[in-house]
């Protein structure tokens, strides 16, 4: 099956270059940190961390807003530099082209486009949060939107590294690419919440154990799992993403 050969595609290419992924990653760890060290309302679940916008209305100097919106861009354009990097170091090896090369030729240019589109989206996404809490619907239409946008950048970053698509035409592979090969989305997805859910829980089983052993804060698990995801978790699924895009090129192996 097409999503068994997937997977082990995804496991092979992650054990064959571990050290690279776990190095690329770690803009990963920094993106994630930046939040956590702004005066940005935030808070850590299932390893990652998130904003409360609801407290963004609250208690919020100027000076806070902008330290937020500069701490937003730089944590963006980590993560789009750690995407970049692993789905070339992908399309390096299954292409059998030289990694340096491809990855020192293309790294700033696919970085930018990817970040110029995620910050568009976040944009998008605080003006519709904007609107919506004026009218008391922000529950609803803020998840919505987000995760309609999602779905239109699911793919992208691997359509502009792996086909050197221009942003619209890598958008509209994206949504090709989830109407026609759904059941891979799918798959992803569940993937995707197995491991995180089973990590988060895991350290909150494990951690008042090991806090009653020894003078380690209960709360540090988070922490460990924001690193475990950062490191691990998040770069498999990306690697998994670009195996998925890969998919409609059956000639390669």
């Known amino acids: 099956m097409v999503e068994t050969e997937v997977i082990d595609y995804s496991i092979e290419a992650f054990r064959k270059n571990a050290k690279l992924v776990v190095f690329f990653s770690v803009p990963f760890l920094l993106a994630f940190a930046i939040p956590l060290l702004s005066p940005m309302p935030t808070y850590v679940s299932i390893g990652a961390t998130f904003l409360r916008t609801g407290s963004m209305f609250v208690d919020l100097t100027y000076f806070d807003i902008g ?15 750690a995407i ?16 340096r090369t ?42 919505l939107f987000s995760f309609l946008v999602s779905l ?25 690419m989830i109407k026609n090969k759904f059941l891979l989305f799918a798959l992803w997805l569940i993937l995707g919440f197995i491991m995180l859910s089973v990590i988060d829980e895991l350290f909150i089983l494990i951690m008042p154990l090991v806090g009653a052993l020894l003078p380690i804060p209960v709360t540090w698990g988070r922490y460990i799992v924001l690193v475990i995801n950062s490191m ?21 192996k």
């Not at 330290?67 to 530099?81: N, T």
């Not at 970049?84 to 990694?99: D, F, G, H, W």
């Open 84 to 99: 970049v990097s692993i789905n070339l170091l992908i399309k390096s090896q299954r292409t059998m082209t030289n990694i």
């Open 152 to 176: 239109t950048l699911f793919y992208v970053p691997a359509a502009t590294v792996i086909d050197e698509l221009r942003p619209t035409e890598a958008i509209r592979m994206s949504l090709y």
């Open 232 to 252: 691990i978790i998040l770069p498999f699924l990306v690697i998994l993403q670009t195996q998925m895009y890969l998919t409609k090129y059956t000639i390669l």
């Open 102 to 143: 491809e990855v020192i030729e293309g790294i700033e240019k696919y970085t930018m486009t990817i970040f110029l589109l995620y910050s568009i989206a976040v944009v998008l996404s605080l003006v519709v949060l904007l609107v919506s809490y004026e009218y008391q619907v922000e529950g609803l239409t803020t998840p």
């Open 67 to 81: 330290l937020i919106f500069v701490s937003s861009l730089a944590s963006l354009f980590l993560i789009s530099f």
